[in-house]
């Protein structure tokens, strides 16, 4: 079969089917983007192939080289631990995926002189595609047909100025259309085009940062560099101070799982995926999981009019002539204008709802853009006429067209101006437009708009509506949805390049007449403001405010290219899902907050054990078995659950502190009492078994303690988890002493030593929680007053 010459594809006919046929046979077809979710094969892969499930393997042999095989039991609850992660995740993807399927967008090719939707994978080389203005350019290719085509290329070459695009011209894969409208020749696909040759660089820079994440990296980085070499040195020290060898791997194999918070990066990373699959049954795509985590934190959303406040849903209202212009002659221009530019955006599909097609012949277009904010067309007749935004297309309006304007702006109507020009260009300022008349739109409120702006002023977060309309207009709809301060609106078409964007964007809650780069400043300004920013965005508009700020949020029912680098997708176009995805991200934050501590009380523990026991003659005060039902009775089967409820208080940042409040004054105290034990079981004369015994005792009690504190508030399901986990720990010590190494429950000394231990460690740990808190507060308070002088 003879290959296709792409020279002779039609612009109007497209391939064949058999040339489809064709093409695929030979693999030139493209290729399907990078999955949002890793597959089945990776989720195995990275769960268990992990530094510390290696740890765990070796300490495994070696307390198998010892004979005690009931020691191995730890391995039970790695392994259990990571099934549980890598079952959820597994539910969690499926979910996920179903949901990019609904958000996927179609491309629209020509095949048999017929327009067909497809899906990006199933383009083949030489198929000619159709493209609108807001769609993403998903292959590389060439113009074959121009009608005003402008991309954005800032994604590859970092220039934000539009490139006007004619026949021959070189398509991009991975930059965007803003203008116009044509038909691209595939030339490259799959492998060979730009877009893979730069890893989708450039639909996102930098993947979302998570600062949960990220801090307990950290913890474990630092835990990686400790845990070996102290395990080894623990384990000489004890073989030359006489320890046998068995009870030497024993105590140091402990002493290394005991510092070892398996389950903590597990739990964060199963507790993001459960967020996303939570979202995707409400109808949100999330593309990036740490995104959750950062929505979470924001204190700043900046929306567009369109679909936040209001529907979406336009409706041509009135056209208002001017004196000299008959009301019908008006209609037909504006309707000329709109279906020879073949926009469609909501305006224009407002008019064309709204008038007929006159059918008029346009032999010059320039389509709507952004930074214009108006379109012209130059018809057959010799006259030109350009429709959009009054203060763009006149560079002074007269006092009189003004009050009419803001007039209209205050009763809630986008208003749009008609003028007649003599020459139309894309790159040059409007000669002496003529007056022809105003075009009066209506937007729809959102029923829920006002509820859900208030959930956000009640959680602190600010609201800046950021749109491309009049800004009385804006600020009258935004105060209809009762957004606070939305009296306090600015023209941005007066603001110049050179004026401070932060005191701007400080002092205004409606920004109005905003083109994409100022979006993009007025975003910078606030983030340089400390500020955690959201933005919302529908259209190609946002796209530069979308990249820059934290938090990207796209409406499936927007242009392709806004929701390809969004970290969220509203499936239903619905700002209101937005609260769903705050508390989701709270609730991750705050609940690994809490049981972080719960892991790392056993952490500190050990590794202060550790140091310890290097310079004492006893053995290690643990066998590895003797851990395991503090390890998960105390806090690996109650974080999984605590992980998973409702928590949606605000965040405060102080990871660190809340995690230390809990864990160090417990790690003090388990550090403490095991001490005295060892020490006075040294007096006495008493056996390894009967002082491990009261080790187990003090440290599973100091824990339940701090179980309790990490579950405020209480409410019965807690409690009657509290108290299981309690009641399972007292049946382990009565009817499964032997197998865990413990004296029997019935050994009367064993309580003579333990209760009047115990009955101290809550005032104890209380006080020294007082300690921990007070010295703490002091020192932020300390580094708050060194930062502001």
């Known amino acids: ?58 300490l495994g042999a070696l307390v198998f080289y010892t004979g005690s095989y009931k020691n191995l039991l730890f391995l039970g609850i790695a392994i259990f631990n990571t099934a549980i992660g890598i079952i959820q995740e597994i539910r969690s993807k499926r979910q996920v995926d179903k949901m990019v399927l609904l958000a996927e967008g179609k491309i629209n090719v020509i095949r048999n002189s017929k327009t067909v939707p497809i899906l990006p994978e199933d383009i083949v080389l030489g198929d000619v595609i159709s493209l609108g203005r807001g769609d993403q350019i998903p292959v590389d290719g060439k113009v074959l047909a121009s009608r005003g085509m402008e991309t954005d290329e800032s994604p590859i070459t970092g220039e934000s100025e539009t490139i ?115 979202l995707a049954r409400k109808k949100t795509l999330v593309r990036d999981l740490p995104a959750i985590e950062t929505l979470a934190r924001v204190d700043v959303i900046c929306l567009d009019k369109t679909g936040t406040i209001t529907s979406g849903d336009l409706k041509f209202v009135d056209a208002i ?92 109507y986008r208003v749009l101006a008609v003028a007649q020009v003599d020459e139309l260009a894309a790159d040059k300022p409007l000669v002496d437009p003529q007056l022809m008349g105003l075009v009066l739109i209506s937007d729809v409120i959102r029923p829920n708009a006002a509820n859900t702006f208030q959930y ?16 009385t207009t804006v600020s009258t709809i935004a105060q209809t949805a009762d957004i606070r301060n939305a009296e306090h609106a600015i023209d941005m078409s007066t603001v110049h390049a050179e004026d401070d964007f932060g005191k701007i964007a400080q002092e205004n809650t409606v920004f109005g007449r905003v083109t994409p780069d100022q979006k993009k400043r007025l975003i910078s300004a606030l983030q340089a403001q400390k500020h955690t920013v959201a933005m919302t ?21 927007g242009s392709e290219s806004t929701k ?100 160090t004054p417990a790690a003090i105290c ?66 499964f002493n032997n197998i865990f190494s413990l004296v029997s429950f019935f050994d009367k000394d064993i309580w003579l030593y333990a209760v009047p231990l115990i009955a101290t460690a809550y005032p104890l740990y209380m006080f020294l929680q007082g300690v921990i808190s007070t010295f703490l507060t002091q020192r932020e308070k300390r580094r708050a007053r060194k930062k502001r002088s």
């Open 670 to 735: 388990i550090v403490g009492y095991i001490l005295v034990i060892e020490i006075v079981g040294s007096f006495f004369g008493l056996q390894y078994e009967f002082t491990s015994t009261l080790c187990v005792l003090l440290t599973g009690a100091i824990c339940w303690l701090a179980l309790v504190m990490v579950s405020r508030p209480l409410n019965r399901l807690k409690v009657g988890m509290d108290v299981l986990v309690l009641a399972a720990f007292l049946a382990i010590i009565v009817f």
């Open 164 to 278: 006007v695009k004619r026949p021959g011209d070189r398509l991009t894969s991975g930059t965007f259309l803003v203008g116009g409208s044509g038909k691209m020749l595939v030339t490259k696909v799959g492998a060979d085009t730009f877009v893979n040759h730069i890893s989708n660089e450039a639909k996102k820079g930098e993947d979302t940062s998570s600062i949960l994440l990220n801090t307990i990296n950290r913890i474990i980085k630092v835990l990686t560099y400790v845990i070996i070499p102290l395990g080894i040195v623990l384990f000489v020290a004890k073989l030359y101070g006489g320890t046998g060898v068995n009870r030497a791997i024993l105590g140091s194999v402990a002493a290394m799982i005991g510092m070892i918070p398996e389950g903590l990066v597990l739990l964060t990373s199963m507790t993001l995926a459960v967020s996303a699959m939570h």
């Open 1 to 58: 079969m003879a290959e296709i010459n792409l020279a002779e594809v039609s612009s109007e006919h497209g391939l064949s089917d058999a040339q489809v046929k064709q093409q695929i046979q030979t693999n030139h077809k493209n290729t399907a983007e990078q999955s949002l979710t890793r597959s089945v094969k990776e989720i195995f892969r990275d769960n268990i192939l992990t530094l510390f499930n290696l740890i765990n393997v070796i």
């Open 537 to 557: 965005g529908d259209g190609v508009n946002d796209l530069l405010a979308l990249r820059q700020a934290d938090c990207g949020i796209a409406m499936a029912s």
């Open 564 to 663: 390809s680098i969004a970290d969220f997708v509203l499936i239903n176009s619905n700002f209101d899902a937005m609260i769903d995805v705050l508390k989701e991200g709270r609730r991750v934050i705050n609940n690994i907050e809490r049981v972080a501590s719960m892991y790392l009380i056993k952490t500190m523990y050990s590794v202060a054990l550790s140091f310890i026991f290097l310079f004492m003659t006893m053995g290690y005060p643990f066998e590895p078995i003797q851990l395991t039902p503090i390890t998960s009775l105390m806090v690996g089967i109650p974080s999984f659950f605590l992980a998973l409820e409702p928590n949606f208080s605000r965040i405060t940042n102080q990871f660190m502190k809340q995690v230390l409040i809990i864990s």
């Open 456 to 471: 956000f002023r009640n959680q602190d977060v600010e609201i800046k509506v950021i749109s491309g309309d009049d800004p």
């Open 321 to 412: 002539p001017t004196a000299e212009v008959a009301a019908d002659q008006l209609k037909q221009v504006i309707a000329g204008i709109t279906y020879s530019t073949g926009d469609n955006n909501e305006t224009a599909r407002a008019i064309t709802n709204a008038l007929a097609d006159p059918g008029w012949q346009a032999e010059e277009i320039v389509p709507f853009s952004s930074e214009r904010k108006w379109s012209g067309v130059g018809f057959e007749d010799g006259h030109r006429y350009v429709f959009g935004a009054p203060q763009f297309i006149f560079k002074d309006l007269s006092n009189s067209l003004k009050a009419r304007v803001t007039g209209y702006a205050k009763e809630g």
